[in-house]
Each structure stands twice: as C-alpha cells, then as structure tokens.
C-alpha cells in the first residue's frame, strides 16, 4: 500500500456517552478479540521480560479491557497498572476484574505527552494497543522518546497497512458492526505500520528492537532495554 495516511476517525469526536460511540467500543472488544491483540502483546512481552511485570502502563488505554485482558495473560497479580487515556470511561467491572486479580489500578485522565512528561519512576512494561496510528511521524516519534525514558520494555500491537487487512475491514458489517467502526477500521488501516517504519521513528540507545507482522492484520513493534 501508499505511505501512512492519517485522517479523523469518528470516535474520537464522538461524546463518550454517545450511543454510536458505546456500540463502537464494544465493537472494537470484539475485534481485539477475534484479532487475539492482547495474545500477541502478552506473548511478545514474557520471553523478554522474564517474570511477571510489577509495573504496567497503558497509552490511549480506552475502557481498560485491553489492559485487563493482557495482565491476566501475564499473570501480573499485585501489578501497579496505569491506564493513560484523555477521557475517563473505565467501567465498574473492569475495575473489579483488577481488583479480582489482585492488580492496584490508577486510572489517569490525562494526554498522553502530559503524563509521560511527568516525574515518574522506571515502568517494567508500557503497552499500546491501536494507539500508534494515530499519531503523525513527528509527534509519534516524540511519544517514542518519552516512552524510552520511562519503559523497561516497550510493545505496541498497531494496523498492519496492507490490502489484505483492508478487504478485512470492508467486512466488519458482516459480523455486525456499526458505521463509526467501520469507517474507522479502513481509516486506522490506511495510518498503519509495515517494514519497520516504527523502529526508524525509535530513537537511538541501548535498545533491542523488533518489528514484524503478526496474525491476519495485526503489525508488532517491541523494544527491550538492553542496559540498565
């Protein structure tokens, strides 16, 4: 396919109460799931980091089902999870399903470049889960940076940008999914990853990275510190 291309998705303009905005998060759990995007963060991150994370965060975190989904994989029991996302809309249940694991949630409503520039401490494992894509090579490559200072390990599961997943997105109505996902499935699809375009934006450093294709439509992106 063309270079990224980044175009305004609907649910980002959507009040978060708004109907269509509520049937397109639930659309969006779906499609995680059938995607299996938290079975590739989680098994992505485990090799490298060794033991469960005592640490976690996640950017653009949404409604915190990804992240919940994701700990239980890692067996992140008595983790500090962090979900970073500018409108707060983690439900009650989640917050359950975290405290069921033992996990100490800290919702923060905040933008993303506000909390990363923010005095914190070192974070075992930072996420980002269809986040990426939203972002234009520039500022991207400054949330890259931030990141870095403060992650351990770094693991994004991000639109693979190819023609096959975008014939998969054309038959989203199939399985029942409103207008707002659809049209936003082909727009995060067309601002999607291939061939290593996130590690270029990755700064330099004491860093191992990887940056593969993964699953049906699905791109991967991880980076391991490799000193202290």
Sequence with gaps: MDARRLEGEWLDELPADDPRARRSRADLRRINALMGNA?????????VLQAPPGSIVELGAGDGAF???????LGAREAAVTLVDRQSIVAAGTRAGFAKLG?????APSDVFEWLESPG??????????F???FEDEPLRRMLSLVARRARVFVACEPRRSAFAMAGARMLGAIGCNDVTRH??????????????ISAL?????????????GLFS???VAVRTSP
């Excluded at 079975?39 to 090799?47: S, T, Y």
């Design 39 to 47: 079975r590739i963060v989680a098994a992505a991150a485990k090799p």
């Design 219 to 221: 791109h991967l992106f």
């Design 67 to 73: 992240a919940l989904r994701a700990a239980h994989l």
């Design 103 to 107: 996990a100490r949630l800290e919702v």
């Design 121 to 130: 401490p070192a974070v075992h494992l930072v996420m980002a889960n269809l």
């Design 184 to 197: 936003d499935a082909a727009v995060s699809i067309r601002a999607g990853f291939r061939d290593g375009e």
């Design 202 to 214: 990755w700064p330099a450093g004491a860093w191992s990275l990887r940056e593969e294709a993964r």
């Design 132 to 134: 990426l894509h939203h």
